[in-house]
């Protein structure tokens, strides 16, 4: 069946330093790949998404790049912040209106000041 | 407004008590979803109902059981309850391809 399999955390940063998170899948057909992002006491929001190889979702200074050779789509941001502190959850939907979205474990980030 | 709801935000009970969590949208989707988050944060889903019609059931235990009164309601009944029902538990709704919006979560801790 389906999988996402994503970098085990926790991760901890400075202020200011490169994030990358890296998120492969398995998946038949075409998949949609998501970044879901969940801060403290709160619940998921979407970060970006892509919907076919080579697409580049970007938010908020986050980037994925969905990598069909390589069934990955690593997520990075080039200067993290203090409020980047969150869980991050990458997700795909397979092909077919099925509406499933299929999570990795999720990777904790603390970013330090 | 918020545009998905869910009460209430914590709910502490005994092993073998019967609980239900409510879940509102307001956001006009057709399909909304219930998804258990473990106390590893392992996200996983657990029903999705379109229109009031169950689609996806993820082999969850007949304890539970959802219904949808409308499609604006997905409220998550759970009988008899056990010491690993403790988690939290999200509802989320969508309209587009899979794009999904979550409520803030339902934490169940079970004594």
């Known amino acids: 069946g389906d999988s996402v399999t994503q970098m085990e955390g926790p991760v901890t940063l400075s202020e200011e330093a490169f994030l990358t998170i890296n998120c492969t899948y398995t998946?038949?057909?075409?998949?949609?790949l998501f970044w879901y992002v969940q801060y403290p006491g709160e619940g998921l929001q979407l970060l970006l998404k892509?919907?076919?190889?080579?697409d580049k979702g970007s938010n908020k200074g986050f980037e994925a790049t969905y990598r069909k050779e390589t069934t990955s789509f690593h997520l990075e941001k080039g200067s993290v912040q203090v409020s980047d502190s969150a869980v991050y959850f990458c997700a795909l939907s397979s092909q077919g209106g099925s509406e499933k979205l299929v999570f990795g474990k999720g990777t904790k980030l603390t970013v330090n000041p | 407004d918020t545009a998905v709801s869910q009460t209430p935000k914590y709910l502490v009970t005994q092993m073998g008590n019967d609980k239900s969590i409510k879940c509102e949208q307001n956001l006009g989707h057709d399909t909304m979803y219930w998804y258990k988050q473990d106390s590893k944060k392992f996200l996983k889903i657990m029903f999705s109902?379109?229109?009031?019609?169950?689609?996806i059931n993820e082999t969850v235990p007949n304890r539970f059981s959802p219904k949808s009164p409308d499609k604006a309601h997905l409220n998550l009944h759970i009988n008899s309850l056990e010491l690993g029902d403790s988690a939290v538990y999200f509802c989320a709704s969508s309209q587009d391809w899979a794009e999904q919006f979550f409520g803030p979560g339902t934490r169940l801790t079970v004594l």
């Open positions: 109902y379109n229109n009031k019609e169950l689609i």
């Open positions: 892509a919907t076919k190889a080579d």
């Open positions: 998946a038949t057909g075409y998949p949609s």
